[in-house]
């Protein structure tokens, strides 16, 4: 993804944020941008804002307003009231996807959110053992292998206590997790810079 458009995605995820505060809703960001933020190299193609369940009408206020598309209005709200989750084609930037909080670990997410600034634009980000949590808890390409990724490169800083309850929050079962970080270990430990990080990893492991 080029800068411009980095920067125009930031700066379209910091208008929604700004109208959903102005209306009391809690947001954060998730999936590509955030994984992207954290460190992951790759195109960002879909991001996906996470936000206060019950808030349907305020949400579709704030999104039609940032992104100027008044005419999803009626659209995006039944899909958030009916689904949960409703996406916006913003044509030129990647899909926008709206999602209502669902579970203890979306609480999590949101209430320890933090303000991250880049290019000079904010967003809210989930700690990062939150965020590998709701990436696993899926169970589906290519979001499990989003979130193995991250526990490899940041296995040396993770809290291996907050990711527990992380985990146990988004109903992921330690044993299925472990046999793929452990598969994914090893293919990834023959890369020279992820050598540093086998003790690291080990430990990981051994948490699960």
Do not use: C
């Not at 005419?71 to 709200?77: G, H, M, T, V, W």
């Not at 203890?104 to 904010?122: H, I, K, P, T, W």
């Amino acid at each position: 993804m080029t800068s411009r458009v980095l920067e125009e995605t930031l700066r379209l995820v910091e208008g929604v944020g700004r109208e959903l505060r102005e209306l009391g809703v809690n947001y954060v960001v998730l999936d590509d941008l955030a994984t992207g933020l954290y460190g992951l190299v790759q195109p960002i193609e879909e991001v996906r804002v996470l936000v206060d369940a019950g808030r349907e009408d305020d949400v579709t206020r704030a999104v039609t307003s940032a992104t100027q598309m008044g005419f999803i209005q009626a659209k995006l709200r039944a899909s958030l009231q009916e689904k949960g989750v409703a996406a916006v084609n913003l044509v030129t930037l990647p899909l926008l996807v709206i999602e209502t909080a669902a579970a203890g670990l979306d609480v999590e997410l949101l209430r320890e959110s933090f303000a991250y600034s880049l290019l000079g634009l904010e967003v809210r980000l989930p700690p990062l053992e939150g965020l590998i949590a709701k990436l696993v808890a899926r169970g589906q390409y290519p979001y499990t292998a989003k979130g193995l990724a991250l526990m490899i490169a940041w296995a040396d800083s993770l809290s291996k206590d907050r990711l527990k309850k992380s985990l146990e929050k988004g109903g992921v079962d330690p044993a299925v997790l472990k046999a793929l970080l452990a598969e994914a270990w090893g293919l990834a430990s023959g890369l020279a810079p992820l050598r540093l990080k086998e003790r690291a990893v080990h430990d990981l492991l051994e948490s699960l």
